[in-house]
C-alpha cells in the first residue's frame, strides 16, 4: 500500500470547489497513478473521515505560449472526494 501523502498530492481552491464544499465534495490532486479505493484510504487516514464517493477526473494539458516559444500544460489527475454527512475537512474552513 502507498503511504496516504504520496497519493493525496494537494487540496485544489477553486471557486467551483468552494461551491462543492457546502454539498460536502472536496477536490484535491492526485498521484497519477492513483485509483478510487487508493484515494479513498488515503483521504479517511489523512483527515479522519468517511468517504462516501471518490470521483476522478485526468485533466488533459493545455497549450500555452511564451513570445516564440511553444509549450504545453501539464497533465494531472483530480479527485472529487464526498464525505458523509456531518463530516468536514478542517483544512478547508480557515
Known sequence: MKDP???IIRPVITEHSYDMMEKNTYTFEVAKDSNKVEIRQAVEAIFNVKVVRVNTINVKSKPKRVRYQLGRTRTWK???????QGDTIELFNA
Request: hydrophobic fraction near 50%; avoid cysteine; proline fraction near 0%.
Open 5 to 7: 501523502r504520496e497519493v
Open 78 to 84: 483530480k479527485a472529487m472526494v464526498t464525505l458523509q
